[in-house]
């Protein structure tokens, strides 16, 4: 029997997600992703910060504990293509998931809208990739419009398979810290995954973490693409998790972002997309106690959007391959 730890989150968590026994599980390996203490941000902050990093997964980000799901599903109900509309995360692990099942996978994103590593992970896996003259939200409605004429299964988080398997989460932070953070801070797009994360906590019934929803302040227009939408599909339902565990939406600049996204890759050594560095830049506007323990969830890679380094540190000096000339800029 497979590890623990190289085991799909299928497999480990089977008895918990909507899977019979005749299920055939698309995986990828992903799941078991590192839970790692962030000590700097902790001493700065004066909180007890931990990072559940998600870029860790296959196609580095958090969509694929939700796509295997999807995919498994879709396979046994005999499902013939997967549509989904997207920003770019939810494009890339749809086309992969799909290619692993054999299925056709066909992706809405909005034009000029999508970070450049993700739209090469949708093109490499063979995904036939659109571009629609419209906002993400107007490619969703176009999506669901033709999911309705019965050829393509939705992928994106309205399908509820996404979000059993985004729920994985929480079991494994539970699992590493043997009872739940005192606040889990996370970023929130369309807010599936925060419904995801408050789904686990209850069903794991050992308490809940306040949940910590940090969105743009500018949502239609923010740099952090993966959550550039302006009106998310799951708001009423983050509304009543929020609720249920005493949580709150905090909004934060784009200058707070990126300064977050600085510290986390240049103080603790994750490079993640800028939108994953929203929860740590909403620790400082949610007015904790000293020395509470929050696990901020950092969604995806760094290498997603390697164009938005430009924001963070100028390109490189050249050199000539001499010594002298090399220290005295070094
Ligand atoms: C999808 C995504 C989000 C937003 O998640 P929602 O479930 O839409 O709230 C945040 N960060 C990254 C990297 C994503 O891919």
């Given amino acids: 029997m497979a590890s623990p730890t190289s085991a799909s989150l299928a497999e480990r968590f089977r008895d918990r997600l909507p899977l019979g026994p005749e299920t ?3 995986t990828l390996g992903e799941g078991s992703t590192p839970l790692l203490p962030a000590p700097r941000l902790s001493a700065r902050l004066d909180l007890d910060v931990w990072l559940k990093w998600e870029g860790a997964n296959p196609t580095g980000s958090f969509k694929d504990r939700g796509m295997t799901i999807a995919l ?3 396979v046994e109900e005999g499902r ?3 549509v989904c509309a997207s920003t770019g995360n939810t494009a890339a692990s749809a086309a992969a998931y799909a290619a692993r ?3 056709p996978a066909l992706v809405l994103q909005p034009a000029g809208a999508v970070a450049l590593g ?7 896996l063979g995904a036939r990739v659109l571009e629609v003259r419209g906002s993400f939200d107007q490619a969703l409605a176009a999506a669901r419009q033709l999911t309705e004429r019965g050829t393509h299964v939705l992928v994106n988080s309205l399908n509820p398979y996404r979000l059993e398997g985004q729920k994985t989460a929480a079991f494994e932070i539970l699992e590493e810290l043997g009872e739940p953070p005192a606040v889990l801070a ?5 807010g599936g995954n925060t419904r995801a994360y408050a789904m686990g906590f209850e069903e794991a019934d050992a308490g809940l973490p306040r949940l910590v929803a940090v969105e743009s302040s500018r949502r239609a227009e923010t740099a952090a693409s993966a959550i550039r939408i302006s009106s998310p599909a799951h708001a009423s339902e983050v509304e009543q998790a929020l609720a249920r565990t005493g949580g709150t939406v905090v909004q934060v600049s784009d200058e707070a972002l990126l300064e977050a996204w600085r510290a986390l890759a240049q103080e603790e050594g994750i490079f993640c997309e800028p939108a994953s560095a929203a929860p740590v830049a909403g620790l400082a506007q949610a007015q904790l106690a000293k020395g509470t323990r929050v696990v901020c969830v950092i969604t995806g890679h760094g290498l997603k959007d390697p164009e938005a380094v430009e924001r963070l540190t ?7 391959p001499d010594p002298d000339a090399i220290a005295a800029v070094a």
């Avoid at 993700?118 to 490499?124: F, Y």
């Avoid at 996370?186 to 369309?190: D, M, R, S, T």
């Fill in 72 to 74: 498994s599903k879709a």
């Fill in 186 to 190: 996370l970023p929130y797009g369309g």
């Fill in 80 to 82: 013939q293509a997967v």
């Fill in 24 to 26: 055939p599980i698309v």
């Fill in 118 to 124: 993700k739209l090469a992970q949708a093109r490499a």
């Fill in 314 to 320: 100028p390109p490189p000096l050249t050199v000539d």
């Fill in 101 to 103: 099942a054999g299925l």
